[in-house]
């Protein structure tokens, strides 16, 4: 009933019917309790997202797997102290992490989200040499820019340990099935001797218990009277016993019929050994009355005819040749289920034995046909069955030892595939992880070209081109990142990865009918998906409704705490509505979940430059600025964060880098021009906005810092020139007010004004 409950659950679980699994395994826990019923019941909560459930289950259990599921539950649930108390138990120190790689990974990921960095890239780094396939922990020591080289991770020792796992479990395999031949001779010769025994036993007391009353009868129990029955109905498998012949008894009632008239439809009820011996047994015991007809002499002759010693009778040769053409077949054709696959079904003599029955019953059953009734019951019938018996006990060790040394033959021809196959995944994985890593260093047209590399049928995946578009959209260029998230789309439309970046991407392109296109979608795949409510943010955020989009992302917080994005546009938003309180606190929960997410950093920087907060700004800026060190816009404002603390020089430096990484970025260029005008390097500052107005040439702050320019070397027409274009390009508000005063005061000197 259990092994039944047990793998009801299992079947369940293949087929995601997690209401039945969970049904059935509590019909299993409460009929047969054990802690290991208790993890697979844990298991089906944990399938069906129930980790409260599973948490109360797994609470103080001791074994490592319900540990490992504990800690599971306890991660999903946020109670990571509780986690990490269950891997590692504080009365344990030194025991050892349940799982194996799975436990680091997790161990990893609890220390990460608790802000031990160091134990946190330990735990990741052991998960990988453990398992080298682990995917997710290169994964983690990549956002925590720890990763080494992908060519050394995913190396010679990463296919040794591969090769060496598939290596000790065949060696699992090979000694459960050593074990299993030598079980089963042991078996088979012990059920040798006892059969003996029990048929003589058995030919002593039918002989004995033969009953001078001729006109009695049997009231067979159990499997004997649905023989005698004429039981059609009955299986192959539950043939009578010689021991079950012992129990029969008498009744005074008339004779029952032949043996041979029971069996309905030519169903064949004996099976071969023990079997074909308790039927003969059960055929004299019923026959015996009858014998007080015959004279004891005449039966001796007859018995001697029938059952001479000279030689095998015809059904017992036959069966037996019977069962060495099944052997012969299944050593040629390799049927057996222990030479196909290791470690699987495990056949045993036993089964042959009924497997060669089944094949011989035809013969065997010709006896009865031919009129050869079991009149006595002679030690030839013993030492028929028991040769059949043997021989099919040896011959089923031996297609066993076949099978066995056939699959290890096979598995050194399989060693050099399993290298093969290990070397071409990990170089696959050594591109994919390289490519990856170099992103999260930010080092974005390395990353770019190390995933060109790839084959064409991984590069139009789902996921490497949703990379892709990350990486450019980190390189500022929108409309290649558009292109390759576009074609994520049509890769994978049901893969939200990235999306969340891609709707930010059509937000700067300002794309209004895409991203409300976009994030219709995303809604209507995936509810409850952040990515999708941060699509739908970018929306409102888009049409200026700064309070709806808020509360958008703040959805997409609310489904995913963790998801360090979202805190960023929540604190993005609050900037936007001058919620600067609110906003730092969102910026400083994103940095909680990921330290290296640099737009939280930035953001904060902002927040503090705007509130003349300088040293505040520049430090945060230059915690940006380490994490991405590549990023124009990050250092453009670490450059107007030094500017404003009079250190012109340095802010020079860092903008002339700014330039360096993004010609076409025009705000370091613009800021530029700030700093040597304060520095009155007029002719300088002249010659940088001339080259900007090429890359920007509707950018009215540009015409408008010109015209200061000009206004302080007094030259009042070319100033008022440039003060009408940048009114002509539609500037903001305040923009417009401070072009408008600059005008009026267009003929007041400079150091007049400043006294004003």
């Given at each position: 009933?259990?092994?039944?409950?047990?793998?009801?659950?299992?079947?369940?679980?293949?087929?995601?019917?997690?209401?039945?699994?969970?049904?059935?395994?509590?019909?299993?826990?409460?009929?047969?309790?054990?802690?290991?019923?208790?993890?697979?019941?844990?298991?089906?909560?944990?399938?069906?997202?129930?980790?409260?459930?599973?948490?109360?289950?797994?609470?103080?259990?001791?074994?490592?797997?319900?540990?490992?599921?504990?800690?599971?539950?306890?991660?999903?649930?946020?109670?990571?102290?509780?986690?990490?108390?269950?891997?590692?138990?504080?009365?344990?120190?030194?025991?050892?992490?349940?799982?194996?790689?799975?436990?680091?990974?997790l161990l990893g990921l609890i220390y990460r989200y608790t802000d031990r960095r160091r134990s946190a890239i330990q735990h990741?780094?052991?998960?990988?040499?453990?398992?080298?396939?682990?995917?997710?922990?290169?994964?983690?020591?990549?956002?925590?820019?720890?990763?080494?080289?992908?060519?050394?991770?995913?190396?010679?020792?990463?296919?040794?340990?591969?090769?060496?796992?598939?290596?000790?479990?065949?060696?699992?395999?090979?000694?459960?099935?050593?074990?299993?031949?030598?079980?089963?001779?042991?078996?088979?010769?012990?059920?040798?001797d006892v059969r003996t025994r029990q048929l003589k036993h058995t030919q002593s007391n039918n002989l004995r218990d033969i009953p001078t009353n001729y006109q009695g009868t049997f009231n067979l129990g159990g499997a004997a009277s649905q023989i005698v029955n004429g039981g059609s109905n009955i299986s192959f498998y539950n043939t009578p016993s010689p021991v079950a012949a012992q129990n029969l008894q008498l009744s005074a009632i008339a004779p029952p019929p032949l043996c041979r008239n029971t069996q309905q439809n030519g169903s064949s009820i004996n099976s071969l050994g023990a079997d074909s011996c308790s039927r003969s047994t059960v055929n004299s015991i019923i026959q015996a009355p009858r014998r007080k007809f015959v004279d004891e002499g005449k039966l001796r002759k007859i018995s001697g005819r029938l059952f001479s010693d000279s030689g095998p009778r015809r059904s017992s040769r036959l069966a037996g040749e019977a069962v060495a053409n099944t052997n012969v077949n299944a050593a040629n054709n390799g049927?057996?289920?222990?030479?196909?696959?290791?470690?699987?079904?495990?056949?045993?003599?036993?089964?042959?034995?009924?497997?060669?029955?089944?094949?011989?019953?035809?013969?065997?059953?010709?006896?009865?046909?031919?009129?050869?009734?079991?009149?006595?019951?002679?030690?030839?019938?013993?030492?028929?069955?028991?040769?059949?018996?043997?021989?099919?006990?040896?011959?089923?060790?031996?297609?066993?030892?076949?099978?066995a040394t056939k699959s290890v033959g096979g598995s050194l021809t399989n060693d050099a595939k399993i290298i093969n196959g290990a070397s071409e995944i990990l170089g696959l994985l050594r591109i994919l992880g390289e490519g990856y890593r170099l992103s999260c260093l930010f080092r974005c047209q390395d990353a770019l070209d190390v995933y060109l590399k790839l084959p064409y049928k991984h590069y139009s995946t789902g996921w490497v081109l949703s990379q892709v578009g990350k990486v450019y959209f980190e390189l500022v260029d929108y409309l290649e990142a558009d292109r390759a998230f576009s074609l994520a789309r049509h890769a994978s439309p049901h893969n939200l990865e990235g999306m969340d970046v891609y709707s930010t991407v059509l937000y700067h392109l300002k794309e209004d009918m895409k991203l409300s296109y976009l994030a219709q979608e995303l809604i209507s795949t995936d509810r409850l998906a952040p990515q999708s409510w941060c699509a739908m943010g970018n929306c409102y955020s888009l049409q200026k409704d700064h309070e709806t989009a808020l509360k958008n992302f703040q959805r997409a917080v609310q489904l995913n705490p963790r998801f360090a994005y979202a805190h960023t546009l929540c604190g993005h938003e609050y900037v936007a509505l001058e919620d600067f309180e609110n906003g730092i606190q969102s910026y400083q929960s994103a940095l909680r979940v990921d330290s290296r997410h640099y737009n939280s950093w930035y953001g904060l920087g902002m927040i503090y430059l705007r509130q003349e907060?300088?040293?505040?700004?520049?430090?945060?800026?230059?915690?940006?600025?380490?994490?991405?060190?590549?990023?124009?816009?990050?250092?453009?404002y670490l450059g107007t964060s030094l500017h404003a603390l009079k250190r012109s020089e340095d802010a020079m430096m860092?903008?002339?880098?700014?330039?360096?990484?993004?010609?076409?970025?025009?705000?370091?260029?613009?800021?530029?021009?700030?700093?040597?005008?304060?520095?009155?390097?007029?002719?300088?500052?002249?010659?940088v906005l001339e080259e900007l107005k090429e890359y920007a040439p509707r950018e009215s702050s540009v015409y408008a810092l010109m015209g200061k320019i000009y206004k302080r070397r007094y030259m009042h027409e070319k100033a008022m020139l440039n003060f009408g274009l940048a009114l002509d390009l539609k500037p903001s508000a305040a923009d417009v007010a401070t072009i408008k005063a600059a005008i009026e005061k267009l003929h007041v000197p400079d150091d007049i004004e400043d006294n004003l």
């Amino acid at each position: 009933m259990e092994v039944i409950l047990a793998d009801c659950v299992h079947h369940s679980l293949r087929q995601f019917m997690y209401r039945n699994a969970i049904f059935m395994c509590e019909r299993l826990c409460s009929e047969f309790p054990s802690e290991t019923n208790m993890q697979l019941l844990a298991g089906c909560f944990l399938h069906n997202n129930q980790a409260y459930a599973a948490y109360h289950i797994l609470k103080g259990t001791q074994m490592a797997q319900s540990r490992y599921l504990f800690a599971i539950s306890c991660f999903q649930m946020d109670l990571l102290h509780e986690a990490e108390a269950a891997l590692c138990p504080p009365n344990e120190p030194g025991a050892e992490i349940p799982n194996g790689a799975a436990g680091h990974y997790l161990l990893g990921l609890i220390y990460r989200y608790t802000d031990r960095r160091r134990s946190a890239i330990q735990h990741f780094q052991q998960a990988l040499s453990i398992d080298p396939l682990m995917w997710c922990a290169y994964e983690e020591l990549c956002i925590l820019g720890a990763a080494e080289d992908a060519s050394s991770v995913f190396g010679e020792a990463a296919v040794l340990s591969i090769q060496k796992q598939y290596l000790h479990h065949r060696s699992e395999n090979l000694q459960t099935l050593n074990d299993d031949l030598n079980s089963a001779s042991a078996r088979n010769n012990n059920s040798d001797d006892v059969r003996t025994r029990q048929l003589k036993h058995t030919q002593s007391n039918n002989l004995r218990d033969i009953p001078t009353n001729y006109q009695g009868t049997f009231n067979l129990g159990g499997a004997a009277s649905q023989i005698v029955n004429g039981g059609s109905n009955i299986s192959f498998y539950n043939t009578p016993s010689p021991v079950a012949a012992q129990n029969l008894q008498l009744s005074a009632i008339a004779p029952p019929p032949l043996c041979r008239n029971t069996q309905q439809n030519g169903s064949s009820i004996n099976s071969l050994g023990a079997d074909s011996c308790s039927r003969s047994t059960v055929n004299s015991i019923i026959q015996a009355p009858r014998r007080k007809f015959v004279d004891e002499g005449k039966l001796r002759k007859i018995s001697g005819r029938l059952f001479s010693d000279s030689g095998p009778r015809r059904s017992s040769r036959l069966a037996g040749e019977a069962v060495a053409n099944t052997n012969v077949n299944a050593a040629n054709n390799g049927t057996t289920n222990s030479t196909k696959y290791l470690g699987g079904s495990k056949l045993n003599s036993i089964t042959l034995r009924s497997m060669a029955v089944r094949k011989g019953q035809s013969f065997a059953n010709e006896n009865i046909d031919e009129g050869i009734q079991n009149e006595a019951f002679d030690d030839s019938c013993s030492n028929a069955s028991l040769s059949v018996s043997s021989s099919s006990s040896s011959s089923g060790n031996r297609i066993l030892e076949q099978g066995a040394t056939k699959s290890v033959g096979g598995s050194l021809t399989n060693d050099a595939k399993i290298i093969n196959g290990a070397s071409e995944i990990l170089g696959l994985l050594r591109i994919l992880g390289e490519g990856y890593r170099l992103s999260c260093l930010f080092r974005c047209q390395d990353a770019l070209d190390v995933y060109l590399k790839l084959p064409y049928k991984h590069y139009s995946t789902g996921w490497v081109l949703s990379q892709v578009g990350k990486v450019y959209f980190e390189l500022v260029d929108y409309l290649e990142a558009d292109r390759a998230f576009s074609l994520a789309r049509h890769a994978s439309p049901h893969n939200l990865e990235g999306m969340d970046v891609y709707s930010t991407v059509l937000y700067h392109l300002k794309e209004d009918m895409k991203l409300s296109y976009l994030a219709q979608e995303l809604i209507s795949t995936d509810r409850l998906a952040p990515q999708s409510w941060c699509a739908m943010g970018n929306c409102y955020s888009l049409q200026k409704d700064h309070e709806t989009a808020l509360k958008n992302f703040q959805r997409a917080v609310q489904l995913n705490p963790r998801f360090a994005y979202a805190h960023t546009l929540c604190g993005h938003e609050y900037v936007a509505l001058e919620d600067f309180e609110n906003g730092i606190q969102s910026y400083q929960s994103a940095l909680r979940v990921d330290s290296r997410h640099y737009n939280s950093w930035y953001g904060l920087g902002m927040i503090y430059l705007r509130q003349e907060k300088l040293e505040f700004s520049e430090h945060h800026f230059r915690m940006a600025f380490q994490i991405n060190p590549r990023s124009s816009v990050v250092m453009s404002y670490l450059g107007t964060s030094l500017h404003a603390l009079k250190r012109s020089e340095d802010a020079m430096m860092m903008m002339e880098k700014a330039i360096l990484a993004d010609k076409k970025n025009p705000l370091p260029m613009y800021q530029k021009a700030n700093i040597l005008i304060s520095l009155e390097r007029f002719d300088e500052a002249l010659q940088v906005l001339e080259e900007l107005k090429e890359y920007a040439p509707r950018e009215s702050s540009v015409y408008a810092l010109m015209g200061k320019i000009y206004k302080r070397r007094y030259m009042h027409e070319k100033a008022m020139l440039n003060f009408g274009l940048a009114l002509d390009l539609k500037p903001s508000a305040a923009d417009v007010a401070t072009i408008k005063a600059a005008i009026e005061k267009l003929h007041v000197p400079d150091d007049i004004e400043d006294n004003l």
